[in-house]
């Protein structure tokens, strides 16, 4: 059979394709968090790491001043999303975690974070952890998604 079909029946393309298009999608990753660090740390918002800083992963973290506006900015990247944009993420007991945790994440593939999501225990500091963005665009359209939904309730004055 493998001669026939090769070593893989399900085929290296998917594999290969994965390792050439990597670089570029870790780079818009990394590009959407700096601009979501810069944007939030203009807004008065404490970030983690701050724009300018080195990075080591593509993890943005993100300080709200209350539970309810932490629910609001995960519900916001949620309909930001391409995949389940209908669906209403709440904060929900989780195993392993001694607070209700809330997770965003509309992706293509379930559990990839790389292609935008976010999440966060309910507890102080209010800490949104932000990942991924598989293109900037995305990452644009989210942020603007969230900022709008952060000044319709009252979080932010522009």
Known sequence: MGREVG???ASYLPFFQGLF???????QALKGAVLVARVFEILGYEVLPNW???????????????????IAFCQAIQGASPVD?????YPWDMPGYSHQVIMAAGTFIQGAS?????D???KAPYTAYLQGGLTFAHV??????AISKLCEQGFIAL
Do not use: W
């Not at 298009?21 to 780079?27: Q, R, T």
């Not at 790389?114 to 976010?118: H, Q, T, Y």
């Open 52 to 70: 300018k800083e080195d990075r080591s992963d593509i993890i943005q973290c993100i300080r709200f001043n209350s539970d309810k506006e932490l």
């Open 140 to 145: 644009k359209y989210a942020l603007t998604s």
């Open 7 to 9: 070593s893989y029946a």
């Open 120 to 122: 966060a225990p309910i």
């Open 114 to 118: 790389i292609e935008l999501s976010a």
């Open 85 to 89: 944009s209908h669906v209403t993420p």
């Open 21 to 27: 298009m990597a670089p570029h999608i870790v780079g």
